[in-house]
């Protein structure tokens, strides 16, 4: 999955603030993705469009830290309705019966400047394994109206018959049509708001 479903750990981030933090996740300007091998050929990309969720963040003690994070399985995107369909069918993610993706970190600890690594639960097709995301993150942003954002970039691997995900079809020739190993990406934007509201 390119899932740069979890850049999640991209709060990580806001190690320039003082202090605990929460951040939010920015739908709108945040997506998971994944990359897989085709046919032992290519490599096919594939997003999902809709990832959520909150990180809790004091750089001070990254032991008290923390990310939850969801992707929506139904906003899958390949650029191909058909492969979309079939990915969305039992035979792969069945989304029926398995609507979302989970991250939830269980530790989180610093990799060198601006990097780290998040440690913590992958939930997918109902089978629960654990992870480590690699996490970069960018520069704070402050805007107006107490506003502060914040970008990074998350990436893992996973073997994706661990999560129950088997289906594959032998080629004539040798090989199969989708590798095991699957890239997975996020890439998010976190914001942290003024607790002081403004009127308009």
Do not use: C
């Amino acid at each position: 999955m390119n899932i740069r479903f979890l850049g999640i750990a991209a709060s990580l981030a806001a190690v320039s603030l003082a202090g605990a933090a929460t951040f939010d996740i920015d739908t709108a300007h945040s997506s998971a993705g994944f990359k897989v091998r085709h046919m032992m050929i290519s490599n096919v990309k594939g997003e999902f469009r809709k990832t959520s969720g909150t990180v809790d963040f004091d750089p001070s003690n990254l032991a008290a830290s923390s990310i939850k994070a969801t992707i929506d399985v139904n906003t899958i995107s390949t650029r191909e309705d058909k492969r979309d369909a079939h990915l969305k069918s039992p035979d792969f993610f069945d989304v029926a019966k398995y609507p979302t993706i989970t991250f939830e970190s269980s530790k989180i600890t610093a990799a060198g400047n601006n990097k780290y690594k998040a440690t913590g639960n992958l939930t997918l097709h109902g089978v629960t394994k654990e992870v480590t995301l690699d996490v970069e993150t960018t520069p704070e942003v402050k805007l107006g109206k107490g506003e502060s954002r914040f970008g990074a970039s998350a990436s893992t691997k996973i073997n994706r018959k661990d999560f129950g995900l088997t289906w594959n079809r032998a080629l004539d020739g040798g090989g199969v049509v989708v590798s095991d190993e699957v890239e997975i990406s996020i890439d998010v934007e976190l914001v942290k708001k003024s607790a002081q509201k403004t009127t308009d």
